[in-house]
C-alpha cells in the first residue's frame, strides 16, 4: 500500500479547500438575493404576485436539481475539473443576466425566473465538491471534513443576507450606466458581486485545485477521474452498497431540508402579517436574525465534530431532529391576541402604525420609515384577504426568536450528520451519482417548502402550516429509529473497519 508522502497530503488538503470554496460561493449565490426578491420583483414586473415569487424562488432547486445527478455522473468519468468550471461559469452568467431583467420592455418576471433558474443549475456543482471530499478523505478525516463543507455552505448562507443588507445602503435608485443599460442598486449589486466571486473561484480551481483519492484508511489509491487511466481499481470496493440505508437517508435529507426551506420562506411574510413590519423591516430584521441563526449554526458545525467521536453520528442526527421538532412546535399559535389586521380597500390605507419595534429602535425605524416622494403608505399588518387573520392569535415575537435559536441549533446537526452517515454508508464507490442524488432530494425540499408555504399557509394559516410540519418531523424521527441499526459505515458493514 503506498503510504501517502507529506507533498501529496498538502496538495490534498488544499483541493479540499478549494472544494470548501466552491461551496461557500454555490451557496452565497443562492442566499444573496432571497431577502431582496420580491421586492426587486414588484418592482420590475408589477404583474408578478406572491405564489410566483415562489416559483421565482423555487426555480433555484428545480435548476440544482436536474444538476446535480448530470455534475455527479460527469464527475465519475471525467476530471472534476471540467463539471466545477463549467458549473461555476453557468453561475457567473445567470448572476449578469439576474442583473439586467429590468431592461425588457415586458415579461420581465419570466427573465427573472430563468436566471435565477440558470443560477440553480450552476450550484448542482455541490454534488461534485461532495463526492470528491468523501473520495478525498479518510474515515477519521470524513465527518471533519463534512463538517467543515457544511460549515462552509452555512456561512455562505448567512453572508449572503449579511452582504445583501450592506447593499441595501446603495439604495434602491442606485447608479445607472447609460452605455451598457447596467443599473447598480440594492438589488442588483448582490448578484455582480457574487459573479465577480464565481471569476475568482475559476481561476483556483485551475491553478490549485488537484485529482486526489485515498480509501477508508487513508491509503493513496489511483482516482479514476485522472487523466491517465488505470486497470488497477480500488480492491476494498468489493459488495453492494445498503440500498435500504441509502433511500432513508435521502428520505431524511429531504425533511430537514423542506423543515429549514419552510422557516426560510415565512420568515418574511410571517413577521408582516404578525408584527405589521414594512417590507423594508422585514428585510432588514430577518436579515439580522438570518445572520445570528447562521453564525450559531456555524458554531454548531464546529462542536459537532467533536461531538460525534464521543456519541456517534446516528446519535446525534436523532438530537437534532427533536430539536427542529420542539422549534416548530413552539411556533404554534397561542393565546388570545390578534394580528393586527390590514384593511387596505376599506379605509384607504391611512392606518397609523406603531409597533413593538418603534419603541425598541427609534432612530433606526425613522430613518426606514422616511416616505417616498408620493407619500403613499406602505399597507402593514395582516391582509384581510387571508381569513384566517380574523381568528389565529398573533405569534408572539418571543416565540419566534426562540423558534429562531432551535431551529438554528438542530438544523446544522442533522445537516452534517446525514451527509456524512451517507458518504460512508456508500464507502469506497464513486459517489458522484450518489451525491447527485442526495443534493437533488434537497433542491426537491427546497422547491416544495416554499410551495406549500404559500399554499397553506396563506389559505389555512400558521396553525395548520407548523402542525403539518411537526407531523412530518415526528414521521422522520419513525424512519429512524427503524434503520438505526443500518446506517453504518461500509467498511464497518464488510469487516474491514471496526466502528
Not at 319 to 346: A, D, R, S, T, Y
Not at 409 to 434: A, D, F, R, W
Not at 475 to 492: D, H, N, Q, T, W
Request: hydrophobic share 45%; with cysteine.
Amino acid at each position: 500500500d503506498v503510504v501517502e508522502t507529506q507533498e501529496h497530503y498538502k496538495s490534498r488538503w488544499r483541493s479540499i479547500w478549494i472544494m470548501y470554496l466552491t461551496m461557500f460561493l454555490s451557496s452565497v449565490g443562492f442566499s444573496i438575493v432571497i431577502m431582496s426578491v420580491w421586492p426587486y420583483l414588484q418592482k420590475i414586473d408589477p404583474t408578478a404576485d406572491a405564489s410566483f415569487l415562489g416559483w421565482i424562488i423555487a426555480s433555484y432547486s428545480i435548476g440544482q436539481m436536474v444538476a446535480s445527478p448530470l455534475f455527479g455522473l460527469w464527475s465519475n468519468y471525467r476530471p472534476r475539473r471540467e463539471p466545477l468550471v463549467v458549473s461555476t461559469a453557468i453561475s457567473v452568467a445567470a448572476n449578469c443576466l439576474y442583473a439586467y431583467v429590468h431592461v425588457p420592455h415586458s415579461h420581465n418576471k419570466y427573465y427573472m425566473l430563468t436566471a435565477r433558474a440558470l443560477v440553480g443549475f450552476g450550484a448542482g456543482n455541490v454534488a461534485v465538491v461532495r463526492s470528491y471530499i468523501a473520495g478525498a478523505t479518510s474515515l477519521t478525516e470524513r465527518t471533519s471534513a463534512m463538517a467543515n463543507t457544511s460549515a462552509c455552505q452555512a456561512v455562505g448562507f448567512i453572508l449572503g443576507p449579511v452582504f445583501q443588507t450592506c447593499f441595501t445602503l446603495i439604495g434602491e435608485e442606485g447608479i445607472t450606466w447609460k452605455l451598457v443599460h447596467l443599473q447598480l442598486n440594492m438589488y442588483t449589486a448582490p448578484v455582480l458581486f457574487g459573479a465577480l466571486l464565481g471569476v475568482i473561484n475559476i481561476i483556483l480551481i485551475f491553478a490549485i485545485f488537484r485529482e486526489h483519492r485515498v480509501d477508508d484508511m487513508g491509503r493513496q489509491c489511483k482516482s479514476i477521474n485522472f487523466e491517465e487511466e488505470s486497470g488497477v481499481l480500488d480492491q476494498d470496493a468489493e459488495g453492494n452498497v445498503d440500498h435500504v440505508a441509502v433511500v432513508a437517508i435521502n428520505f431524511l435529507f429531504f425533511v430537514i431540508l423542506f423543515v429549514f426551506a419552510v422557516f426560510e420562506t415565512i420568515a418574511t411574510p410571517l413577521t408582516m402579517d404578525m408584527y405589521s413590519w414594512t417590507r423594508k423591516e422585514a428585510v432588514f430584521y430577518n436579515g439580522i436574525i438570518l445572520s445570528v441563526v447562521g453564525i450559531e449554526s456555524v458554531i454548531v458545525f464546529l462542536v459537532v465534530k467533536t461531538l460525534s467521536k464521543k456519541t456517534g453520528e446516528r446519535a446525534i442526527l436523532h438530537g437534532g431532529l427533536l430539536i427542529v421538532l420542539v422549534g416548530f412546535f413552539i411556533l404554534l399559535p397561542w393565546g388570545k391576541k390578534l394580528p393586527n389586521i390590514q384593511w387596505q380597500e376599506i379605509k384607504n390605507n391611512s392606518i397609523p402604525r406603531t409597533t413593538s419595534t418603534e419603541m425598541l429602535m427609534p432612530f433606526w425605524s425613522l430613518q426606514a420609515m422616511q416616505l417616498p416622494s408620493n407619500h403613499t403608505v406602505e399597507p402593514v399588518g395582516c391582509p384581510v384577504t387571508q381569513s384566517w387573520c380574523l381568528n389565529t392569535p398573533m405569534i408572539y415575537l418571543a416565540q419566534y426568536i426562540s423558534s429562531d435559536v432551535l431551529i438554528g441549533l438542530g438544523y446544522p446537526v442533522c445537516n452534517v450528520m446525514s451527509y456524512t452517515l451517507y458518504s460512508k454508508i456508500l464507502g469506497p464507490k464513486p459517489q458522484g451519482v450518489y451525491m447527485g442524488w442526495l443534493t437533488a432530494s434537497g433542491s426537491g425540499a427546497r422547491i416544495l417548502g416554499p410551495v406549500f408555504v404559500s399554499q397553506i399557509y396563506t389559505h389555512l394559516g400558521p396553525r395548520w402550516a407548523f402542525s403539518l410540519i411537526c407531523g412530518v418531523v415526528v414521521v422522520s424521527l419513525l424512519l429512524l429509529e427503524i434503520v438505526y441499526k443500518r446506517l453504518i459505515a461500509f467498511s464497518v458493514r464488510y469487516g474491514r473497519m471496526q466502528e
